[in-house]
């Protein structure tokens, strides 16, 4: 019984370190990938949905946690102002099933 415990717990661990977990930062210099909040959900390159919970975050698939720490972040955020300093534009969506890419030649910025 010990044994399974402690596979379970290793799978467990596996899996939580693939989601998207997500933290944003004060400064350009200390993100990973600058994001730019489009106006309009046709001008970005991923639809993201904001979840409630960290075993909800998804694998790249635009289904983002938002971490409180940045050492617990699979990737780093800062918000540019301007669409021509970002390196991927984002809409937040509603729901969940619209969490998507638009343009997969920016996945790359999240793995």
Sequence with gaps: MKRFYYIFLLFLTSYSSTA???FSVKYPSQADVKVYV???ES???LLVYKVK???QAGNNDG???FV???SEADKKIYYVEYKSQADIIVFFVEFASKAKWRSNNKKHFFY
């Design 20 to 22: 998207q977990e997500v």
């Design 43 to 45: 001008q970005a390159d």
């Design 68 to 70: 409180d720490y940045a």
């Design 63 to 65: 289904s983002w946690f």
């Design 38 to 40: 489009a106006e309009y």
């Design 53 to 55: 919970y960290k075993s």
